[in-house]
């Protein structure tokens, strides 16, 4: 009994990456050697994404409030520049994707369509969904992992009881340490779950459909490199005046590699907010910024709109200048910060960004069944990207406020 429990406590504190790495690598071998048991493990990721996202909704409320209720008064919570970054960040990753589709333009071969998706039809239907997701009810919210609601019902909690008893306060400090203390055990299974969700991607896809849009998923995955390994690092230089790729590749590897397999922004929450807590950040300021980026810090998803969009007009032969190019990463970048509020994400946002070069939405919902079809190397890019630089730029601004008050 005693050797087992040291092997569990071994493997319980080893290198979660290293783990992890090892469960990809399992994971492909099974996919390769045994098809059918593949898809039978196939539950393992089901269960650890549907446990992560379970767990994170609950995580964000109950860590907000308590933040806030017991924030000393004149702290500083560094939310507003966090902001700026999101959004020079994501604005930064359009005009990349503008440039890199210049440069190595691609045609599509539209041959299918998409079923069941209702594309908003403007920026102002996407404005307008995210509002009322501010006002949603706090039930429903944490039911239906709206974190635009969460994290203004949680806010709204955490001011009224800013003035409460320290004895309330306690509790509820009490209950956010026992809230992550769950979210570190559910962690920990990573490795399991990553290897039943490789296995099961690679038993089911093969990635044999693929191989026709190879051009495409390079001009995607080239912009979301060089974003993740030249701009973001170039944006965190300026801002903390250091070498920032120690910081950059800590956060693509501990925070990136998950959030490519479980492909979801909220699962990978409690795993950005469990690295942000290693990296010794400010929990009044990653508690919410962390949420607040799943949301509206989008990168990846800008570079989706505009490559896809961009590909749309080369195939049927509209030529886009630099002013109208421009105008596109607006737009793609305020879409992309409203593409959660949307059902179906970044892709159902394609047909708004097509309508500016006059591109029928027939044609355009069949770039978005294109974007469906690489889906599975797109989303998990796009989503790895988005998730590790939540981290990036909250590590950011939080190490160049400490510099400043020193």
């Not at 706090?138 to 909690?157: D, E, M, R």
């Not at 737009?331 to 960004?353: E, F, M, N, T």
Request: hydrophobic share 55%.
């Amino acid at each position: 009994m005693s050797k087992k429990s040291n092997v569990l406590a071994k493997i319980a504190s080893g290198s979660l990456v290293l783990q992890i790495l090892v469960g990809i690598v399992a994971g492909i071998l099974l996919a390769v050697f045994s098809e059918t048991t593949a898809l039978q493990v196939a539950f393992l990721g089901s269960l650890f994404v549907g446990a992560l996202k379970a767990i994170a909704p609950i995580l964000v409320f109950v860590l907000v409030a308590s933040s806030i209720a017991n924030q000393k008064i004149g702290a500083q919570s560094n939310i507003r520049p966090i902001i700026s970054l999101y959004l020079v960040g994501t604005f930064a990753a359009a005009l990349t994707a503008v440039v890199m589709s210049f440069a190595f333009p691609t045609a599509l071969t539209l041959v299918t369509e998409a079923q069941g998706t209702n594309p908003p039809q403007g920026i102002g239907e996407v404005l307008n969904t995210l509002l009322f997701k501010m006002v949603d009810n706090p039930v429903n919210a944490l039911v239906t992992g709206n974190y635009i609601g969460i994290l203004v019902w949680a806010a709204g909690l955490g001011f009224a009881l800013h003035n409460a008893s320290d004895s309330t306060k306690q509790v509820l400090h009490d209950v956010s340490h026992g809230v992550t203390f769950m979210v570190k055990f559910v962690i920990r299974l990573a490795p399991i779950g990553i290897f039943g969700l490789v296995a099961n991607t690679i038993a089911q896809t093969g990635f044999e459909a693929l191989a026709g849009y190879a051009q495409l998923l390079a001009v995607l995955l080239g912009s979301m490199l060089f974003i993740a390994l030249v701009v973001n690092p170039l944006i965190v230089f300026l801002k903390i005046g250091r070498n920032p790729y120690p910081l950059v590749l800590t956060c693509l590897r501990e925070s990136g590699v998950t959030a490519f397999f479980t492909r979801s922004s909220a699962a990978n929450i409690p795993v950005n907010m469990a690295l942000c807590e290693r990296l010794e950040l400010h929990e009044d300021t990653y508690s919410v910024s962390i949420p607040l980026g799943a949301t509206i810090n989008m990168g990846g998803a800008a570079i989706t709109i505009t490559v896809l969009t961009l590909a749309a007009a080369h195939t049927i032969g509209i030529q886009v200048d630099m002013l109208t190019a421009l105008l596109l990463s607006i737009v793609a970048s305020i879409s992309a910060c409203g593409a959660s509020g949307v059902a179906g994400g970044s892709l159902l946002l394609i047909p708004l960004a097509c309508s500016l070069f006059g591109i029928s939405n027939d044609v355009a919902m069949q770039v978005v069944a294109v974007g469906f079809i690489i889906g599975v190397v797109q989303d998990s890019a796009e989503t790895a990207l988005n998730s590790s630089t939540d981290v990036i730029f909250t590590a950011a601004a939080c190490e160049a406020a400490d510099t400043n008050m020193e």
